[in-house]
């Protein structure tokens, strides 16, 4: 059949306008939120790999179509979101089972006491103002650079209004991960949300100190003795000791004699850990400090233990590999 010319006119016209607009809208879709790709199973296709990314997907800069690296990660260090259920790995998410890590702002100045606040919002986009304390807080804040260095543990202030705030020690320039770890009210689990913050100025990089089973700091020898493999409960053991005598007086810290923080290096996975022994005010413990944790995969990872001895605060830092 042939068309008038006018109707042929017509009809390109309107197909060219159909490509534009479903253009467009595939364009809106991607910055709006990320598509999710049809199962082929519980757990997706055989090449999506643990974070739900297509590693055939993935472009020059190692980014898949949505702007998420393999470890769940967006360009700007955001993680994506779990709705729906528990996340795989803690802490690779800034938002998890409909709540979210709200920073007050991303860009801070360097200092040693740099406010920061920040928010964590409810299912229902409101300001979270209730928690379950875990550990005797209400709220736990992680800091660290990304290359492991600058940790910090503190516990913010919260406002009426479901604000927190805190002074943190941002001397050094870089980007480092802020981890919330809390118990919302009416969930039945705890949570660990992430996410990055810049701070100006010219970036050093520290090397990431090499695997020992022993730590030195503030005249304490901290030593560690970890028989772990991937995917499995393991237990590990600190000894304190202080002038060549081992410590049997440990304090009382976060209703245990000591808190520990493990972190998967590269991607910053958080592991949760949980201590063996608990403590009771006015109770001593040591030389040992006995924790369980998990390590998802074999790699290289962080370990922080603080514990407290004649009122002070203190943090033994370890790497540790995690063979198959």
Same mark, same amino acid.
């Given at each position: 059949?042939?068309?008038?010319?006018?109707? #042929?006119?017509?009809?390109a016209a309107y197909a060219a306008a159909l490509v534009v607009l479903f253009s467009a809208a595939f364009s809106l879709g991607r910055v709006v939120t990320p598509v999710a790709a049809?199962? +082929?199973g519980p757990h997706g296709s055989a090449a999506e790999d643990e974070h739900g990314v297509d590693e055939n997907s993935m472009d020059e800069h190692g980014m898949d179509e949505h702007g998420m690296d393999e470890a769940g990660m967006?360009?700007?260090?955001? %993680?994506?979101? *779990?709705?729906?259920? =528990?996340?795989?790995?803690?802490g690779l998410a800034v938002s998890e089972a409909g709540y979210t890590l709200v920073p007050q702002t991303t860009s801070l100045a360097a !200092?040693? =006491?740099?406010?920061?606040?920040?928010?964590?919002?409810?299912?229902?986009?409101a300001p979270l103002t209730s928690y379950v304390p875990t550990h005797e807080k209400d709220l736990h804040l992680i800091v #660290?650079?990304?290359d492991m260095a600058g940790f910090q543990h503190v516990h /913010?202030?919260?406002?009426? +209004? !479901? *604000?927190?705030?805190?002074?943190?020690?941002?001397?050094?320039?870089g980007t480092y991960r802020v981890f919330a770890d809390f118990a919302p009210d009416g969930l039945d689990r705890t949570l660990t949300l !992430?996410?990055?913050?810049? #701070?100006?100025?010219?970036?050093?990089?520290? /090397?990431?100190?090499?695997?020992d089973a022993t730590s030195n700091l503030d005249g304490y020898v901290v030593s560690l003795d970890l028989n772990a493999a991937p995917g499995t409960e393991s237990e590990l053991t600190f000894t304190v000791s202080r %002038?060549?005598?081992? #410590? *049997?007086?440990?304090?009382?810290?976060?209703?245990?004699?000591g808190h520990l923080v493990s972190l998967r290096v590269g991607d910053l996975a958080y592991l949760h850990t949980h201590p063996i022994e608990s403590a009771e005010a006015g109770s001593q413990g040591g030389p040992a400090v006995e924790f369980g944790t998990e390590f998802p995969t074999a790699g290289t990872y962080r370990l922080f233990l603080d514990f407290q001895h004649d009122g002070a605060v203190h943090t033994a830092e370890f790497t540790v590999t995690i063979n198959d």
């Open positions: 059949m042939k068309f008038p010319s006018n109707t #042929v006119i017509k009809l049809e199962a +082929d967006d360009e700007h260090g955001m %993680g994506g979101t *779990t709705d729906s259920g =528990a996340a795989a790995i803690p !200092g040693s =006491a740099v406010p920061f606040s920040f928010t964590v919002s409810d299912p229902d986009e #660290v650079r990304r /913010p202030t919260l406002a009426d +209004d !479901g *604000t927190w705030s805190v002074a943190l020690d941002l001397a050094a320039a !992430g996410v990055d913050i810049t #701070v100006a100025g010219d970036f050093t990089p520290v /090397p990431l100190p090499a695997p %002038g060549g005598q081992e #410590v *049997t007086d440990l304090e009382p810290y976060l209703g245990a004699f």
